[in-house]
């Protein structure tokens, strides 16, 4: 695998060096590109030798390999000559099992008034490629498309990588891209905003505190964690009570560690933990619902459908053991009341609605909201998603190289036309599944078991939220 992290212009003119190297460390890059050879000088003075910098302009006529493994290569192309001179000189024993091609020759632009997208450049992209029947030797990233976009236009199988590429698309510019490139074309992209790294991670910091912070030579939020409440207090616009929020956020996100309201406690019952997968954010089809009963010698059960033509079986299936096992039991799911619990109850509703009574009267926790909206905890990460908090406790994630996004678009993909070319690797997603379902009963068990008391405020209890609680929004997730 090669960890690439993408840097826009905009990005890099506003991060700091503790932003970039937490970045680094976040991520686990290999390779940081960012457009402009202005910024090469700061990032090789802030980057270990392990980190490889790539910026423009790079070779223009010859390929040029920026990171390879026994696995994987990531090869800059930046003209269809040097995508000729990569085939000419590629042979069978220099081959490797995957290879991305990254460039700027692809560009995407979007109609918005006749909903239809174009990708120029496409043709003499692809022509040396058609000319050696090379068109599925790589996948090809683009830094002139969001990394939301993924598409095949000819064979040529495209995936964006820069934020901000398409403004069209509403794409933060300040956000970040990172992409994990695995075998058989697996791009695992994640996109954050810079505000989540550095001393701007921290609660209630933004950009003007972290000068006022900086000014007070404190730099770093190692330094943050260590200062005392009169120290902060006694800063411009801040005072006491913001002081101790502030010290208690860097706290957490360095020392790894939960801290609860006083008082706040989780349900008794045993809980069941749940996680969907779908085609999409706006899901025509429940197609894998991984369940983990610990009641049952810590079970895990993928309800599963692989046929695009029976869109409530996997659903169907899960009501019918939860009628029978599921009485007076939580069922749990991170982020739940603003996604997996409406959907569940739609498509119940459209798909099996003899069992519309029986979800609707299911308790249903969700550890997001009731930490976060509710306040009863402080979670450690640079963000509040699964995918930040649970490493961030110690849980070692199962690399299987998929995103819920990646997710959603290969069941997309497979679904609207099934065959052996789109099929999707069955096991590897109920991997991914059961990963997020037992990091979720991780990250449980440490709220329920830590002794560690939040020093500001106290929590709501145990209460779900009325259909008009405000929620964060599904993009967060």
Not at 17 to 32: G, M, N, P
Not at 142 to 167: C, H, K, L, T
Request: hydrophobic fraction near 35%; aromatic fraction near 8%.
């Amino acid at each position: 695998m090669i960890g690439l992290t993408v840097v826009p212009d905009f990005a890099m003119q506003q991060c700091r060096s503790q932003q970039l190297q937490d970045i680094v460390r976040h991520f686990d890059t290999d390779v940081l590109f960012t457009p402009s050879r202005v910024h090469e000088p700061f990032l090789q003075s802030h980057l270990e030798d392990s980190v490889t910098v790539a910026t423009q302009p790079l070779q223009p006529e010859r390929p040029l390999e920026l990171a390879s493994s026994d696995d994987v290569s990531l090869i800059w192309v930046s003209t269809p000559r040097a995508i000729e001179q990569l085939i000419e000189t590629d042979t069978p024993a220099d081959r490797v099992a995957e290879t991305y091609l990254l460039s700027d020759q692809l560009s995407v632009s979007v109609d918005l008034i006749n909903l239809d997208a174009r990708l120029d450049g496409l043709s003499e992209y692809r022509a040396p490629l058609a000319d050696h029947d090379a068109l599925e030797a790589f996948t090809h990233l683009s830094i002139e498309a969001n990394p939301e976009y993924r598409a095949e236009w000819q064979g040529v199988d495209v995936q964006g990588v820069m934020p901000g590429a398409n403004e069209q698309q509403g794409v933060n510019q300040a956000g970040i891209a990172h992409f994990e490139l695995q075998q058989g074309g697996v791009v695992g992209g994640k996109t954050r905003k810079l505000g989540d790294f550095g001393l701007a991670a921290v609660t209630q910091v933004g950009e003007s505190r972290v000068q006022t912070l900086r000014d007070a030579e404190i730099q770093s939020r190692q330094d943050l964690s260590t200062a005392s409440v009169r120290e902060i207090a006694n800063l411009s616009g801040i005072g006491q009570s913001l002081a101790r929020t502030v010290i208690e956020s860097a706290q957490v996100i360095e020392e790894g560690e939960v801290r609860k309201a006083p008082g706040a406690s989780l349900p008794d019952s045993e809980p069941i933990f749940i996680d969907i997968e779908t085609d999409g954010l706006n899901p025509t089809m429940i197609w894998l619902i991984g369940v983990l009963n610990r009641a049952t010698e810590d079970r895990y059960m993928p309800f599963i459908e692989t046929d695009p033509s029976k869109p409530g079986e996997a659903l169907e299936a899960f009501m019918s053991w939860l009628a029978e096992f599921g009485h007076n039991r939580p069922v749990v799911a991170y982020n739940g009341w603003d996604f997996d619990f409406p959907v569940i109850e739609e498509h119940i509703a459209e798909h099996c609605p003899e069992y519309l009574d029986t979800w609707e009267g299911m308790w249903k926790f969700d550890p997001y909201y009731w930490a976060v909206k509710e306040n009863n905890a402080i979670l450690p990460g640079l963000t509040n998603k699964l995918e930040d908090v649970a490493p961030a406790l110690g849980w070692e994630t199962i690399d299987t190289g998929l995103t819920g996004a990646e997710v959603g678009r290969l069941f997309q993909r497979y679904a609207d036309n099934p065959c052996p070319a789109t099929e999707l690797d069955w096991d590897r997603h109920k991997k991914y599944c059961e990963d997020d379902v037992r990091a979720l009963a991780y990250v449980y068990d440490a709220i329920k078991e830590t002794t560690n008391r939040m020093t500001q405020g106290s929590g709501n209890g145990t209460s779900s939220p009325s259909e008009t609680s405000s929620q964060g929004t599904l993009s967060d997730f």
